[in-house]
């Protein structure tokens, strides 16, 4: 069922503030801060995910587990937003054949610097890990000096609104991953000229004074829909003037309501029933006019399927005993 939820505001998370934004029998959705960890096994990490919730739900913390809970997905420490996790073993199993099946929808806000001139567009760089010296926790796109095992990457970004952020020229944008590369979103964004606003390690470099007091990335909107339930959820939009002062839009272009209601129409994809093959894109988002059609099918390798098994069997399935 879905919760309310106040939006995040400007202040640095606790262990008391954790957000819940859906809530059933065996899962949990919540509006994780920016700047927490998920979990961590080092004693210097004082603030994790992973201590809000036994903070706050003790009775559902599983002692079978690593760190208590299952973890349907990641986050970036920096980034905010929808986070699901699975109550039990046999929940955890069935978000895992959604992410396993690509049929799980994800949406992100951000701000990124400039004003974006396309209402709408799909970004198809593909992204590898970045081996070159200082820079080998990062990404990079094909074609970069050492950039290694690049992988077909497509996200779709649909303009909000153009404004100001302190002054400089910023558009808040509406992100849909199709594929699931790591830091996708924000080396894609920097790609194009607009990285996202805070980010550090994408971003334009500039004085530490200048830096924002986050990464301006959050995400909005997930659905997963497993056998036996629907888990969706849709945040609260942190980009708005009445929590930052230091944003002011001034252009609208497309409104978040509209596109709210496409998310949630959209259908699901069914591989079993002629829909969407794994990896394949969901449903695009529309922008203003007439929507472009949809980009061609990506097809998965075994190394890639191979690849999405093993991370998230890390995440969500425990060996059997």
């Known amino acids: 069922m879905y919760l309310p939820c106040i939006a995040a505001t400007m202040e640095p998370g606790s262990v008391e503030n954790l957000c819940v934004v859906y809530r059933s029998r065996d899962f949990l959705v919540v ?8 979990d961590s096994k080092s004693w210097w990490e004082t603030l994790t995910l ?6 706050r739900f003790p009775e559902l913390a599983d002692p079978d587990t690593c760190y208590g809970f299952r973890f349907c997905h990641q986050l970036d420490f920096s980034t905010s937003g929808a986070l699901c996790v699975a109550l039990n073993k ?9 992410f396993k099946d690509r049929r799980v929808t994800k949406a992100y806000l951000a701000l990124v610097r400039g004003h974006v001139q396309e209402s709408r567009m799909t970004i198809s760089y593909a992204i590898g890990k970045n081996s070159t010296e200082g820079r080998t926790h990062t990404m990079c796109i094909e074609g970069t000096q050492g950039c290694e095992n690049p992988k077909p990457s497509l996200t779709e970004l649909v303009v909000l609104e153009h ?12 992100l849909q991953p199709l594929t699931g590369r790591t830091h996708q979103l924000r080396v894609h964004c920097s790609t194009l000229g607009h990285p996202i606003v805070g980010d550090q390690t994408y971003g334009q470099a500039s004085n530490q004074e200048d830096q924002p007091f986050r990464m301006m990335l959050h995400a909005f909107y997930l659905r997963i829909p497993t056998c036996t339930e629907c888990v969706e959820a849709c945040t609260p939009d942190p980009f708005v003037p009445t929590l930052d002062a230091c944003w002011s839009p001034h252009t609208l272009v497309q409104p978040l309501d509209e596109l709210v209601q496409v998310l949630r129409a959209a259908p699901d994809p069914d591989p079993t029933e002629g ?19 949809p980009p061609a099918k990506l097809p ?21 005993n």
């Open 275 to 293: 829909g969407p093959r794994p990896c394949s894109p969901s449903t695009p988002l529309p922008g203003p006019g007439r929507p472009p059609p």
């Open 90 to 98: 046999a929940a955890a199993g069935s978000a895992y054949r959604c």
């Open 31 to 38: 509006n994780k801060h920016w700047d927490v960890r998920i």
């Open 50 to 55: 992973q201590k809000q919730l036994r903070h």
């Open 163 to 174: 404004g100001l952020y302190a002054g400089d020229p910023v558009s808040k944008v509406l």
């Open 300 to 320: 998965e390798t075994e190394a890639q399927r191979a690849s999405c098994l093993k991370w998230l069997s890390e995440w969500t399935l425990e060996p059997d």
